[in-house]
């Protein structure tokens, strides 16, 4: 009776195709309620004769049957494995590979910083291009021909009537061109300056500031930049006004802050004042105005303008300006 079942067997062996097939079939024969256990079970009911040699027949398809079906199963075990180890081919042993971290430059860091502060107070960002007109650079901000800014020891002449801009306050004209007030923005950027030294680079960044609308008076002025120094450098930072001169302003002002390696004490750097000057700004001098087509009588402003490197070298108190351009890793690495 057992041969009944192993051509079936064999016929179905032949549609195995994977190792979960060849289990199932295994299970189908061989299980607790499989075909061939059945026989076994039914073994009892024959007399002891044939249940001997059934049984002898039975056990031998048993083992057959086992045997048949480790055979499919470790071939498929070995193709899987293959499978595997070609699609997972990493060298586990290799080491790992680690990303180089870089940090932000002190002065992108303290750009951001500036713009943040300003967007903060409502004012928008704006820019210019570093290589302008005479026209704008100078003339429109009422800087005579004769000014010793546009001397040539002083600005980088790209021709007669373009230079590389030597402030950004060249942007206040291009935007109030283009625009009516009210206006409140910040420009910052680039400029360019024959000089060199400790704390001169013939190249460096400025912010310019302008905020144009009626009734602006020089109160809103200190308000904006007092309110700037003390988020930038602290809210108890002390904050001083003095008489200047700029032919773009009228009145002009130096705006002075208490020396923040001293604490006002007097050092080397403040050179014993106790004062760090830190801003130029003033009122919009109408002339200004008028070249760019706004009525002085209706509209009033003022104008700000700070270096970027100054302020880096303050708040990071270093020494030496050009440490700030050569981009020596080992002095980057410590503002990450
Ligand atoms: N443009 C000036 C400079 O480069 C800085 C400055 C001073 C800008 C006063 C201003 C201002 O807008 O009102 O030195």
């Keep these: ?164 801009r030597t402030h950004t306050s060249p942007v206040q004209v291009r935007v109030m061109e283009n625009r009516k007030p009210p206006l409140r923005f910040i420009a910052p950027g680039k400029v360019y300056r024959c000089d060199a030294d400790v704390t001169h680079s013939p190249m460096f960044h400025q912010v310019e500031g302008l905020m144009v609308d009626k009734d602006i008076k020089f109160s809103h002025l200190k308000g904006v930049l007092i309110t700037f120094l003390r988020q930038l450098f602290g809210p108890d930072i002390p904050v001083r006004f003095r008489p200047s001169f700029f032919p773009f302003t009228e009145p002009s002002a130096e705006i002075d802050m208490g020396c923040i390696l001293c604490k006002s004490a007097g050092c080397r750097v403040c050179k014993g004042s106790g004062w760090l000057e830190i801003l130029g700004a003033g009122m919009v001098n109408p002339k200004v105005l008028e070249n760019v087509g706004y009525d002085p009588e209706e509209y009033t402003g003022f104008a700000f303008g700070m270096g970027i490197e100054r302020i880096a070298m303050l708040k990071y108190s270093i020494d030496d300006i050009r440490l700030l351009f050569e981009n020596d890793i080992r002095f980057l690495r410590q503002f990450s």
């Design 1 to 164: 009776m057992s041969d009944d079942l192993k051509q079936p067997f064999l016929d179905e062996l032949k549609s195995v195709t994977s190792l979960s097939d060849a289990a199932a079939l295994k299970v189908k024969y061989l299980g607790k309620k499989g075909l061939v256990t059945a026989q076994i079970k039914s073994l009892s009911t024959l007399s002891p004769d044939e249940r001997k040699q059934a049984g002898q027949q039975i056990n031998e398809l048993k083992q057959f049957i086992e045997a048949e079906c480790d055979k499919k199963e470790s071939v498929f075990k070995n193709d899987e494995l293959k499978i595997r180890l070609l699609s997972e081919s990493i060298d586990i042993t290799l080491p790992g590979k680690f990303a180089a971290f870089g940090s932000e430059h002190p002065l992108s860091k303290t750009l951001g910083e500036v713009i943040d502060i300003f967007t903060r107070m409502g004012f928008s960002v704006e820019e210019g291009p570093e290589v302008e007109l005479d026209q704008y650079n100078f003339e429109a901000l009422n800087i005579p021909k004769d000014h010793p800014a546009r001397d040539m020891q002083d600005t980088f002449y790209v021709s007669d009537d373009i230079v590389l």
